[in-house]
């Protein structure tokens, strides 16, 4: 039995071992975040998208043009604030 303990108690710490990587790494790059909250986002976005035209675009091409609208939207409020505050850039 102590050999099938001490496997687990390794394991548990690799585990924890890796979530604190994993949390250390979401610390210093924010780009997969901003991503995943996009995603999820867009799960609001494309429901909305498809009523709105009337059932005749696909389930797929809703989510697409919902993402399209959501890069465009990120895209003009970030060169908004780079014609205007160009000194944080």
């Not at 496997?7 to 250390?24: F, G, K, P």
């Not at 609001?44 to 675009?57: D, F, I, K, R, W």
């Not at 696909?58 to 399209?68: K, Y």
Request: net charge positive.
């Amino acid at each position: 039995m102590k050999p099938v303990r001490i496997r687990r108690t390794i394991l548990a710490s690799q585990v924890l071992e890796e979530i604190t990587d994993i949390w250390c790494q979401w610390r210093r790059q924010k780009l997969p975040l901003y991503l995943f909250l996009a995603m999820c986002f867009n799960l609001v976005v494309a429901p909305l998208v498809y009523a709105a035209t009337g059932e005749q675009l696909s389930r797929s091409q809703s989510w697409g043009l919902g993402l399209l609208g959501i890069v465009t939207l990120g895209l003009s409020i970030y060169l908004f604030f780079v014609m205007f505050v160009p000194e944080k850039f």
